[in-house]
């Protein structure tokens, strides 16, 4: 089977293991994943990207010239990739960047012109309603009305894009076609693993006996990180002693820090900012809980929708990859990634989530049976193997061969 996936996405070398795996799963299998040769991707990491090819046997990463070095609606590929189609003939094109992509409705026509016969297939996290204008939405019908599969992030997402019109003849009749719901990235077993980490608590003079409330992500208001810190408030006076800690950076560090020293626990709190993604495991290892405390909000606004929710939470796999049990909020997809390996709470209701807390805390068989399921069910379904088996399976059932 021959698979070309394009995205931005991959021009990080960590997020290919899913598609390395894919590529493993068969000496049948051939896997070439396309990437822009120049982007911008901003915020953090806001360096000019210059992709580099790779060969790795039935693996390989090919960069493309491209068009927007920076918006990834807006990315289109130059003539070298009618170059590699002609020479691949690819019986599956995956472009990963979203419904309205002008990169997939290119592939989606060169496909056509080529004379290919691949399977058209994207992939998008978008999880809220959305609303378009004209020429956008007639390109998303385009898109929609060629396309084979949808993977999507999340299950949100695959309904509102079942409700999405293609512009068919006869009314505009809606995606009725085949999805499956998976992350873009799957979780790396062999770096988030239980490991005990008792000298790197001694480091952050966490005690041998303290119960260790763990947050890893951004610290920005719509993570919920202003209910925990109610919630663990509510535990002030609890006698079995705890710390708080956090993860991550972001601008809501000072706000967290002066709320829990007006609550009286500002002592409590323990700041781990600007780690490497490798060193994330130790500090998640430390945990004697991950807490993900999501609020959906109205105070996000793009060119044609307003809101966010939670797409998926790749924090919680990576915890209950450690087998470490997880806490939840039911922000959207949250729950459906927790499934029972975990406790969830509605968001925003910081007595509930105190009571989450306080079960793991005073029921120690409780936690371990959580962390045992979540572990089992981040092995089967969240690794990037089991991902890569999940995507297999998907391009079985959508027809291809191979």
């Given at each position: ?8 996405t991959?021009?990080?070398?960590l ?24 982007w ?10 210059i ?16 068009l927007?070095?920076n918006?990834?609606?807006l ?40 004379g ?19 020429p ?8 929609l ?21 293609t ?12 999805y ?19 000298e ?5 003079a966490?005690?041998?006996?303290a119960f260790?409330?763990g ?5 920005v ?10 919630a663990?408030?509510?535990?002030r ?9 956090l993860?991550?950076?972001?601008e ?6 002066a ?18 993604h ?15 405390p ?6 996000f606004?793009?060119?044609t ?16 990859a ?39 805390i ?5 936690r371990?049976?959580?962390?045992e399921?979540g ?7 969240y ?7 999940q995507?297999?399976e ?9």
């Amino acid at each position: 089977m021959r698979v070309l996936v394009l995205s931005h996405t991959y021009i990080v070398d960590l997020n290919r293991e899913k598609l390395r795996a894919l590529a493993q799963l068969s000496p049948a299998m051939e896997v070439v994943v396309g990437v822009p040769r120049r982007w911008q991707p901003g915020g953090v990491q806001n360096r000019l990207v210059i992709s580099e090819a790779l060969q790795e046997g039935n693996f390989r990463v090919q960069p493309l010239s491209n068009l927007s070095q920076n918006n990834q609606g807006l990315l289109t590929f130059g003539p070298d990739l009618v170059q590699l189609l002609r020479q691949f003939r690819p019986q599956v094109i995956q472009v990963e960047q979203g419904a309205k992509a002008l990169a997939y409705a290119q592939t989606i026509t060169l496909n056509r012109l080529l004379g290919l016969g691949a399977k058209n297939v994207f992939f998008t996290w978008w999880n809220l309603p959305y609303r378009l204008k004209f020429p956008i939405s007639a390109l998303e019908a385009y898109n929609l009305r060629h396309t084979h599969g949808l993977v999507v992030g999340n299950q949100d997402g695959a309904d509102i894009l079942r409700d999405r019109p293609t512009g068919q003849a006869f009314g505009q009749r809606n995606y009725t076609g085949p999805y499956r719901v998976m992350p873009q990235l799957g979780v790396d077993e062999t770096l988030f693993r239980p490991q005990p980490q008792p000298e790197l608590a001694q480091t952050l003079a966490i005690p041998s006996d303290a119960f260790v409330v763990g947050y890893c992500g951004r610290f920005v208001a719509e993570k919920g990180l202003l209910t925990l810190c109610d919630a663990l408030a509510n535990l002030r006076d609890h006698p079995h002693p705890w710390v708080w800690l956090l993860v991550g950076r972001g601008e809501l560090r000072e706000a967290i820090q002066a709320k829990a020293d007006g609550c009286g626990i500002g002592d409590r709190l323990r700041w781990v900012t600007d780690i490497p993604h490798h060193q994330v495991p130790h500090y998640i290892n430390l945990m004697h809980t991950l807490v993900l405390p999501s609020e959906t909000t109205d105070k996000f606004q793009t060119l044609t929708a307003k809101g966010w929710k939670e797409q998926f939470g790749h924090v919680l796999i990576e915890a209950m990859a450690c087998a470490v049990p997880v806490i939840g909020s039911d922000s959207g997809e949250i729950p459906h990634v927790i499934d029972r390996a975990g406790l969830i709470f509605s968001e925003g209701n910081a007595s509930a989530l105190a009571e989450r807390l306080r079960l793991l805390i005073e029921h120690p068989e409780q936690r371990q049976a959580l962390g045992e399921a979540g572990y089992h069910r981040a092995m089967s379904r969240y690794t990037n193997r089991a991902l890569a088996k999940q995507l297999l399976e998907f391009y079985r059932e959508i027809g291809v061969e191979g």
